[in-house]
C-alpha cells in the first residue's frame, strides 16, 4: 500500500517549494482556462484560443531579446493581438484575419529569434513552457490577473452568453455586441498571458479547448458546462503534474493526452447515450 | 547612377548564388500552388485547418529527426494522418472547430515529447528552430525535384477537383441534389491541402506556411468576385511578395547583426499584412 502511494505521489511532490509554487499556480490557470473555454467552444473560435498564445511566443521571443519581463510582453502582445484580431474581423468572418495576425506575429517572432540568437534550449522552453520554473513574484502576478479575469467573466456573463447563442436576438435587445466581442477578446488575451509561462505556447491551448469542448458534451446547461470543465481542466492539470514530476517528460505533453482522453471518453458516451435513447424512443413507437 | 541605385536594391552577388536560385525556385512553385489552393481553403473556411496541417508536420517533422529519415516524409506522413482524421471526425461545422482544435492539441503534445527527446537526448539541438523557422536559403537541393514533382501532382488533383470541389464549396445543399460526392471531395480536397501545406512548411518552416496558404488568398477575394480572376490575382500577390521577401532578405545581411541576415519569413508576413491592411481599410470604405 505504501510502496503504491510512493509510486504515485514520488517524495517532494507536495513539499518541494517550487512545487507549491507549481500547484498553486497551475491551479489558478486551469480555472480560468475551464471557464474561458467553456466560451471559446460556444462561440467556435478555437482557431483564436489557439492564435492568442502562439502570437504571444513572439512577445516572449521579444522580451528575451530586449531583456525585460517576460510577463509584461506576454501581457502586451497578448491583448494587442486580441484586438487586432477583433479589429479585422469586425466584418463577418474572423478565420482569414486570425490566420493572417497570427501569421504577422510569428514572423516578428522569427526576427526577434534570429537578431537575438537565443540558444535552441530557450526557444524550446519558450514554446512549451516550464511549469517547475515558476517563482512567488509571478504567482502573485498570476493570482492577481486570474481574479480579476474571472470577476469580469461572471460580470459579463449574461450578455455574453445571449450575444453567442443567439447574436441576432442579442442585438434586437440592445446588448451592445462588438463591445462585448472585444471584451471577451481581451478578457481571452489575458488569460492566455498568464497560462502560458505554465503550459507553454503550444498548449495553453489544450487546457483552454478540450476540457470544455468534452463538459458540452455532457451537460447542455450553462452552469453545469462551466463547472464541469473547469472540474475537467483542474484534473487534467493535477494528473499532468504529478506524472512529469514522477517522469520528468514536458508537462505539455500529458496535459494534451489526458485532455484528449477526457474529450474522447464524453463524447464517446454522449454517442452511446444518444443510440440508446433513440433506440428506446423507436421500441416505444412500435 | 542607375548601377548604383540596382546594385542598392539588389545587393551583389544575387543572381550569382546558388542558394538564391534555389530559394527562388521552390519559393515559386510554393506560392503558385498555396495561392490557388488557399483561395479554396479560404471560401470553404479551412484557414483553421490550413494551419493545424502547419503543426501536424512540425510534429511529423520532429518524429522524422528522432528516427533519422528525411523531414520531408515526417511532413507529409503526419500531414495526411492528421489531415483526415480531422476531416473524419468533424464532419457538422459546428463539430468542426472543436475536432481540429482536439487534434490540434493532441498533435502539438505528441510534438513536445518528439522535441523533447530531440533536443535532450540527440545531437540535434537546433531541430526546433529548423522545424519551426526553416530556412528558405537552406532547403537540401536533393529534394527540389521532389517538391516540383509532389507540388505538380497537387495541381492537378485541384484540376480534376475542380468543378465539384467549386459547386461543394459555394452550395453543399445544391452539390449533394446533383450528386456530388460531398465526402470524397472533401477528402480529396484535404489531401491536397495537406500537401500544399507540408511542402511549403518544410520551405519556408511550420510556423510560416499559413500565411502563404491564407495571404494571398483572402487579398484576392477582397478585390474581386469572380473565381477565374481570384485564382490569378492569389497567384499574383503570392509571387510577387514571395520574390520581393527573398531579395530583401538576401540584403538584409547588411543589416545588424551583419552577416546573418533577416529571416524571409519576417519579410513575407510583414508584405502580406501591409497589402491586406490597405485593401481591407479600401474596400470597407467602399461598401459602406
Known sequence: MRNLWSMMFSPGLFTESYMMNAWIGSSIVAILAGFVGFFVVLRGSAFIAHALPKGSFAGAAGAALFGQNTLLYLLIFAVGEALMIGFLGKKGRHDAGTALTLAFLLGLGALFLDVSNVYANGIYSLLFGNILGISTQDIAITGAIGLFSIISLIVLFRPLLFASILPEGARAHGVPIGKVEISFLVLAGLATAIIMPITGTLLTFSLMIAPAAAASYTTHRPTHAILLSIAFSLLTAWISLCIAYDTGWPVGFFVAVIATLIYAISRFFAKSVKRKRRLLNQSGRR | ?288
Do not use: C
Open chain 2, 1 to 288: 547612377m542607375i548601377t548604383k541605385f540596382l546594385n542598392f536594391l539588389l545587393a551583389p552577388g544575387l543572381f550569382q548564388s546558388p542558394q538564391v536560385a534555389h530559394a527562388l525556385i521552390l519559393g515559386s512553385v510554393v506560392a503558385i500552388t498555396s495561392a490557388i489552393v488557399g483561395v479554396f481553403a479560404v471560401i470553404r473556411g479551412q484557414a483553421f485547418a490550413g494551419h493545424a496541417l502547419a503543426d501536424f508536420g512540425a510534429t511529423g517533422a520532429s518524429g522524422a529527426f528522432l528516427l533519422g529519415i528525411n523531414t520531408l516524409w515526417g511532413f507529409i506522413g503526419m500531414g495526411l494522418l492528421g489531415g483526415l482524421g480531422m476531416d473524419m471526425l468533424g464532419r457538422t461545422p459546428r463539430e468542426r472547430d472543436v475536432t481540429t482544435g482536439i487534434t490540434l492539441s493532441f498533435m502539438l503534445g505528441l510534438g513536445s515529447l518528439f522535441l523533447y527527446y530531440v533536443t535532450t537526448k540527440t545531437t540535434a539541438t537546433g531541430a526546433p528552430m529548423t522545424i519551426f523557422f526553416g530556412s528558405i536559403f537552406l532547403v537540401n537541393p536533393s529534394i527540389v525535384s521532389i517538391v516540383i514533382i509532389l507540388e505538380l501532382v497537387t495541381l492537378l488533383l485541384l484540376v480534376i477537383l475542380y468543378r465539384p470541389l467549386l459547386l461543394s464549396s459555394i452550395n453543399p445543399d445544391l452539390a449533394y441534389t446533383r450528386g456530388v460526392p460531398l465526402r470524397t471531395v472533401s477528402l480529396l480536397f484535404m489531401s491536397a491541402l495537406v500537401l500544399t501545406v507540408e511542402q511549403s512548411a518544410l520551405v519556408t518552416g511550420a510556423l510560416l506556411s499559413t500565411v502563404l496558404l491564407i495571404g494571398p488568398a483572402a487579398i484576392a477575394i477582397r478585390l474581386t468576385k469572380r473565381l477565374g480572376t481570384t485564382l490569378l490575382l492569389s497567384v499574383f500577390v503570392g509571387l510577387v511578395t514571395m520574390w520581393l521577401s527573398i531579395v530583401l532578405a538576401y540584403d538584409s545581411a547588411q543589416l545588424p547583426p551583419v552577416g546573418r541576415g533577416w529571416p524571409v519569413s519576417f519579410f513575407v508576413v510583414s508584405i502580406i499584412l501591409l497589402f491586406y491592411s490597405v485593401i481591407y481599410s479600401f474596400t470597407t470604405k467602399g461598401s459602406k
